[in-house]
Each structure stands twice: as structure tokens, then as C-alpha cells.
């Protein structure tokens, strides 16, 4: 009896399962610290001391608990095949945190005066508020999933995030592979003939294991070399870097900070809950029905504890279950993924795997994820609505534009006072750039939203769409005129930055205009 039981705790393809599970959230969390300390100036200590400890804590108590879900689902089928739903940090929010949180945060705290450990601290303590703040968005949602289903399309959603992916968890990473093209370059194809064409590889090597293994192989092999240019560098020493999770007040002091990023923030914790949604439907359609309540409620607490603990990127359950159950793993491989990053955040061993590991052997990863969600996007939406979701996409691509050319909350302020204020042929173009990527989210699942009210011919339902993007704008929810992206009441504004809050606000009333008096005609729809 004991025999089996190990069976059905520990199927043959767990250690598959668990080798992908692994690299997913090792290569989010390289992203992450590889953005905070390379691209931002971050202090590596509390990457790795502060901020890893905590967020991995919510990946081990969320995988934690699936597993026992799974066990549990087992215990009362009778059956030895349930998988257990994969837990781990989600990459498009977690790499948004880095690139559009914290990090812009971080160099706006140096701007404020403060010295680099102080900025830090306060970046951290944002970091934390903004998981908590999150983590209680979904839990008091996850009581209302149906509804949040029923009132945002499923283009709004999936063409928000798959957003996101396509332009920072897919194009960015892609930079950093051609940056090092000959690791990273054959590492992309190796995912790609794996996960994409879906070819088998010799001795049936997982592909996410032959392309880590063969960017390992390149990197230490042609690097010392010196065949690689400058895209080489040697190994730090190995480092025991110690970080307990414990629960902290530092949240409480990082919420007044998270005001100002609420436009990203929400739509992020609102993403988690609709996802959430979505894969423990399709782990239902495989086979293992898993409680959608239970699923939300896991990973809500799991980012809130994280949050609490010093964690600054969000857990959510992986659309993958039935990938996983179909490799032949059950509930061993999100134990021991749970196990293996927990105490590699308290022990510190995580950070030293990052350091080891060049983001151009990990990115691959990423970019697989971004073109599954992207693609994902597109299949679970009808066809009927893909311009809707093509539509999506365009506040994203303004948001990449202004991080690749100089974050607005970065750039000296009167450099953007000079540039809103050119505008003889109309507001400068990149101020529009600016100024459409700020709360880009929430644009895009207002934009998708009004198209598929249109196709559906509710047009009435359009404009009243149009219309709450007007009164989002008027108050910088969406198109923030503040370089920074914050909220604002706009009579409270300069005179120049208050006429472009006119004008963009205005836009939305006129079009919401146009529409109402659309929907006075007969119906009529085109062949």
C-alpha cells in the first residue's frame, strides 16, 4: 500500500514537471533582479536579502497548498492520476513590477533627494504595499469571480495581459538574447522546436532543459574564450546570502507610495483573479475539477503573505496543468518546486543560481511564455473579436517606446515640460507616446471593450464605455499627463498640463457623442 501510495504522490514525469516549474520562476526572478540592479542602479543586497526571501515564500505556501488540493482531489476520486494546479510567479505582472513599479520609483526617490540605501528601502516598502494591496483586491474578488467574468470581455482581459507579454515579457527579453546572440539565439530555437513546432528531442530531453543546458554550455564554454565579446563575464563567488521572510509593518509605510502606480497595480491583482478563472477551467476540462473559489483564494493569500513578508512580485496559478498532467507529473513536482525556491529565497542560493545564470540563457523562457499568452489571446477569444484585441495592443507598444526611450519618470522634468509644451502641429508625438502608455492597462481593456461592444452591435453599451474613459482620463486613471503616470485632479494642474487633460478627455466625450447618435439609426451590419 505504501508503495503506491509513493506512486501516486510522485508520478514519472514529476521531476519533468518540477525541472520546468523551476526554471519558469527562476527565470522571472533573474528578470527581475537583472532589470532592478542592471538597468535601474538597485542595491543587489536588497534584491536578494529582502525581496527574494518574501517572494519566495508565496511560491512555496501556494504550491504548498495545491499540493494538498491535489492530494485531497485524489483521496476522494480514488484516482492516482490528479495533477497538481502549478503555482508560480506570474512573469507579464512581475516583470511589469520591475520595469514600470519599482524600478521608475526607485530613480524618482534619488531624484527626491534621497541616497541609494534610503530610495531603496522606500522602493522595497512600495514593492510590499503594492503585493498587499493586490493580495486583498483578490481575495475579496475571488468571491466574485463570475461577475468580473460577465462585466470585462474576454478580449479586454486576455488582450491586456497578452499585451504585456508581446511587448515586455516577449520583446524586451528578445533584446537581451541579441544582445549575446550565439547563447541565447540557440537556446530561442531549441524552445521553439520543443514548445512551439512541438518536436520531439533526443532521449526525450524536456526542451526547457535542453535550452538551459545548452546556454550554460555555450556561455561558460565560448566566454572564457573571449568569443563572445563583452557579453561575457565571469561568475561572482558563491555568497550565503541569509533572508528570513519575516512578517513586517514596512507595508504600512510603502501604501501612501503605491497612489500614484494604482492604474498598473489594480489591473494587475484584477488579471490574477480572471486567469485564475481561466486555468482552473481548463484543468477541469483535463480532468482534475478543482474548487475555482479554493484555486482564487490560495493564491490570493499566497501574494499577501508574500507581501506582508517582503515580497514584491505576485504568485498566480499556471495555465500549464494540462501540459504538466500530460508529461505524467502529479503533486511531487510542485512540492519540491515549492521546496526548492522557498528555502532558496531564505538561504540565498537563488541569488547566486541569478548571478550564475546570464538572462540570455534564461530570456528564452520568457519569450515562450509571451508567445503562448499572446497566442492564447487570440484562440479563446472568437474570431469575430480579434481587432478588438489587436486593438489592445497599441497602449503597450506606447508604454515599451517610453521605457526604451527614456522613462518620463526618470528624465530630468523640464525636458518633458519643454515637450509638452511643443505643440505648434498639435501635442508633440512623443508626448502622446507618453501619455497613452501611462495606464496602459486599463486603456487597453477599454479600448478592446468599446470595439467589442461594437461588433456585438451594442452600440449604446459602446458609448457608455467611451464615457468612463473620459471621466478615467479627466483624472489620469488613464493617459496620465504627469510624466509618471500618477492620478491627479485636474483643476489642480499647470495651465498647459490641464489643456491636454481637456483635450484627451474631450476626445472620449466626442467619440461617446458620436456613438449615442450611432445608435438612433435602423441596425443595419455590412456583408
Not at 248 to 270: E, K
Request: a positive charge.
Amino acid at each position: 500500500m505504501a508503495a503506491v501510495q509513493t506512486r501516486r504522490r510522485f508520478g514519472g514525469g514529476d521531476l519533468n514537471g518540477f525541472l520546468g516549474l523551476v526554471v519558469d520562476n527562476l527565470s522571472i526572478l533573474a528578470f527581475l533582479a537583472t532589470a532592478l540592479i542592471g538597468i535601474f542602479g538597485f542595491p543587489a543586497d536588497i534584491v536578494y536579502r529582502r525581496m527574494f526571501p518574501g517572494t519566495a515564500l508565496g511560491v512555496l505556501l501556494g504550491n504548498l497548498a495545491y499540493t494538498w488540493m491535489a492530494r485531497r482531489l485524489a483521496r476522494r476520486t480514488g484516482r492516482d492520476d490528479v495533477t497538481a494546479m502549478p503555482l508560480g510567479l506570474d512573469a507579464p505582472t512581475s516583470i511589469g513590477m520591475a520595469l514600470l513599479v519599482l524600478g521608475p520609483a526607485f530613480l524618482a526617490f534619488r531624484q527626491g533627494g534621497m541616497d541609494a540605501d534610503h530610495a531603496a528601502e522606500a522602493t522595497w516598502q512600495l514593492g510590499m504595499a503594492s503585493l498587499v494591496v493586490m493580495g486583498i483586491l483578490k481575495f475579496v474578488l475571488s468571491f466574485a469571480g463570475a461577475w468580473v467574468q460577465r462585466s470585462v470581455p474576454r478580449a479586454g482581459l486576455l488582450g491586456s495581459i497578452a499585451g504585456i507579454a508581446l511587448v515586455l515579457m516577449g520583446f524586451l527579453p528578445l533584446i537581451e538574447i541579441m544582445r549575446v546572440p550565439v547563447v541565447g539565439f540557440a537556446g530561442l530555437g531549441i524552445v521553439l522546436y520543443a514548445l512551439v513546432a512541438r518536436r520531439r528531442l533526443p532521449f526525450g530531453v524536456p526542451g526547457v532543459l535542453a535550452a538551459f543546458l545548452v546556454g550554460v554550455a555555450l556561455y561558460y564554454g565560448l566566454g572564457p574564450m573571449g568569443l563572445l565579446g563583452t557579453g561575457y563575464h565571469a561568475p561572482a563567488a558563491w555568497q550565503w546570502r541569509i533572508g528570513l521572510p519575516w512578517p513586517s509593518l514596512g507595508f504600512v509605510t510603502g501604501l501612501p507610495y503605491t497612489v500614484a502606480y494604482l492604474p498598473l497595480i489594480l489591473p494587475f491583482g484584477l488579471l490574477m483573479v480572471v486567469g485564475g478563472i481561466n486555468v482552473t477551467e481548463s484543468a477541469r476540462a483535463a480532468g482534475d475539477d478543482y474548487p475555482t473559489r479554493d484555486i482564487l483564494l490560495v493564491e490570493a493569500l499566497a501574494t499577501l503573505v508574500a507581501g506582508v513578508c517582503g515580497g514584491v512580485a505576485q504568485t498566480t496559478p499556471y495555465i500549464g496543468q494540462p501540459s504538466y498532467k500530460a508529461m505524467g507529473a502529479r503533486s511531487g513536482y510542485t512540492l519540491l518546486t515549492g521546496l526548492v525556491i522557498g528555502l532558496g529565497g531564505v538561504f540565498g542560493y537563488l541569488s547566486n543560481l541569478v548571478e550564475l545564470l546570464p538572462i540570455a540563457v534564461l530570456a528564452p523562457i520568457l519569450v515562450f511564455v509571451a508567445i503562448g499568452i499572446t497566442t492564447q489571446a487570440f484562440e479563446a477569444t472568437p474570431l469575430r473579436y480579434a481587432a478588438a484585441v489587436v486593438f489592445s495592443f497599441f497602449p503597450a507598444i506606447s508604454r515599451m517606446l517610453a521605457i526604451k526611450l527614456g522613462d518620463p519618470s526618470i528624465v530630468d522634468p523640464a525636458h518633458y515640460a519643454a515637450l509638452y509644451g511643443a505643440n505648434d502641429h498639435g501635442i508633440s508625438a512623443l508626448a502622446v507616446v507618453t501619455i497613452l502608455g501611462n495606464g496602459f492597462i486599463i486603456t487597453s481593456m477599454v479600448w478592446a471593450s468599446f470595439v467589442v461592444a461594437m461588433i456585438d452591435g451594442q452600440i449604446r453599451k459602446a458609448a457608455g464605455i467611451v464615457l468612463l474613459g473620459a471621466v478615467l482620463t479627466l483624472f489620469g486613471v488613464i493617459h496620465s499627463v504627469d510624466p509618471t503616470g500618477s492620478v491627479y485632479l485636474p483643476w489642480q494642474l499647470a495651465d498647459g498640463a490641464r489643456a491636454m487633460v481637456w483635450q484627451f478627455t474631450a476626445a472620449y466625450a466626442a467619440l461617446a457623442a458620436v456613438l449615442a447618435l450611432l445608435s438612433l439609426q435602423r441596425e443595419s451590419r455590412l456583408n
